[in-house]
Structure formats: structure tokens, C-alpha cells
């Protein structure tokens, strides 16, 4: 299968990645870091995102780092599509979220429509201005991060389980849509990785793995150009299990499960 493959698809040389200032992103973003490599990153803290970036740069990569908030849909467009003109994409990271909980009731509403306008809208403001743009090139691939929580509702994390289901759905139906065209399109749902989002939930979380685990997990996958990179298959499977179960028969276990703030 990978004899098949294009250049850009097995050793990308022009890669755009959101949510790189820590975590995931971070951790994919020196995974990729090397000479010939042009990186460009975003994240929501200006001073993590810069020494991101100076740890590719020594790496031998050429970066442009810039702190834009995916929610900005006009200024995510002129980022996304001023790096594509000087350095066209091969590859697309979305992968900038947040997680929040949602177990009170006073909050509830603002709290959802955050988690929704980054972990959905932000995927739509960094996917959409890319996306002409690769189908006239007849080449390019797209990664989309999903979570293993999205298979199925959570009581504790309602905003974040359904944000990321939204876009894994979404993800999975864009690769089909455009595979004709020459473009890949790949969802990512890992479960638990070390990061300043789980470093916040005071409850076990199950096989947790390291940041730099995960993006070489990620990088594989993305180049065998899976359509569902899913780790670790433990919580996988099982996660995808109890989405086939009838709800009723779960809901007494996940109401049971911790509630994250």
C-alpha cells in the first residue's frame, strides 16, 4: 500500500498544524521537525507556541509560528491560505480543542458553546480554507482530531464527547467525498495523553500514554493513510462496544463515571 503512495503523503515537506503550543500538537510538530520540513504552527499561548517553535527550528525545520485563535474564522483564512501561497500544503493538522465539563447546570450553556465554536467551529475555520485549494492541486491530506470520547455520549463531558464525535462524522464522511479527487482525509481518536488538558482531571485515566507516543502513532497512521487512527485499542474497542450497545443498558455505568470541571 504504501508503495503507492505520493511523496507528500509518506514525508509531507509542507505542514500546518493548530493547537501546536502544547500537548498533542506540540508533540506532533517535533515529531515532524527535520531538515526540508517547513512547519507552520498556531496555539492559543504566544510563549509556549515560541519555544515549539525553537525546538523544531533546531531540529533543522523551517517554522512560521503564529498565535491565532481558531474561532476567528476571517483571520484563520488569510493565515491558512497566506502560508499556502508562499508554502503549498501537503499536510493539515486540525487539532487544536479544549475540554470542559459540563456537570453543573448554572454554566451549562456558555460552556457548551465554547467547547463547540473551538472543537467543531475551529475545525471548520482551519479545514474549509484549505480545502478548494488542495482539490485544484488534485493532492494534499487532511488529519482531524477526534477523541475516543467521541463514540459515546458522556454525562461529564457532554459538550466535549459530542464536539468530538461531530467532527469525527465529519471527517469520515469529507474523506469519502473527496478520495476521487486525490486528497486523504484522516479522523485521529486517541484516548488519554499526557498533557495540560489531562493534567487538570483528578481521576484515573486508564493507559495514559506520552504526548511523543502518541504523535508517532499519529505519523504512522497518517502516513498508511488510515482513515481511523485510534488509540490505545484497549479503550478503543471498548468505547466502540458501548456505542453499539443500547444506551440503556450503559447508561448506569457512565453515569457512575467522573465528572470532569
Not at 497518517?222 to 474497542?237: E, G, Q, S, T, V
Amino acid at each position: 500500500m504504501l508503495a503507492d503512495m505520493s511523496t507528500s503523503s509518506l514525508s509531507p515537506r509542507a505542514i500546518l498544524i493548530t493547537g501546536a503550543s502544547s500537548g498533542i500538537g506540540a508533540a506532533i510538530a517535533r515529531e515532524y521537525a527535520e531538515g526540508g520540513v517547513f512547519l507552520a504552527l498556531s496555539g492559543r499561548n504566544a510563549e509556549r507556541l515560541a519555544a515549539v517553535a525553537q525546538d523544531c527550528r533546531d531540529a533543522g525545520a523551517d517554522v512560521e509560528a503564529r498565535p491565532v485563535d481558531v474561532v476567528d474564522r476571517a483571520g484563520m483564512a488569510d493565515w491558512i491560505e497566506g502560508i499556502d501561497d508562499s508554502h503549498p500544503l501537503d499536510l493539515v493538522i486540525a487539532n487544536a480543542g479544549i475540554s470542559s465539563g459540563t456537570s453543573g447546570v448554572d454554566d451549562f450553556d456558555p460552556r457548551t458553546r465554547k467547547v463547540f465554536d473551538i472543537n467543531v467551529g475551529g475545525v471548520f475555520n482551519t479545514v474549509h480554507p484549505i480545502l478548494p485549494r488542495m482539490r485544484r492541486r488534485g493532492r494534499g491530506q487532511i488529519a482531524i482530531m477526534s477523541s475516543i470520547a467521541g463514540f459515546r455520549g458522556i454525562p461529564g463531558a457532554t459538550a466535549y464527547a459530542a464536539s468530538k464525535a461531530a467532527v469525527r462524522s465529519y471527517g469520515e464522511g469529507l474523506r469519502g467525498l473527496v478520495k476521487a479527487e486525490g486528497l486523504r482525509v484522516s479522523v485521529i481518536c486517541p484516548g488519554y495523553v499526557v498533557s495540560a488538558m489531562t493534567a487538570k482531571n483528578d481521576f484515573p485515566m486508564p493507559l495514559i500514554m506520552p504526548a511523543e507516543r502518541a504523535a508517532r502513532i499519529i505519523r504512522r497512521g497518517l502516513a498508511r493513510d488510515k482513515a481511523r487512527i485510534a488509540f490505545p485499542w484497549p479503550m478503543y474497542f471498548t468505547t466502540w462496544l458501548a456505542s453499539v450497545i443500547p444506551p440503556g443498558w450503559t447508561d448506569p455505568i457512565f453515569a457512575r463515571l467522573p465528572r470532569k470541571e
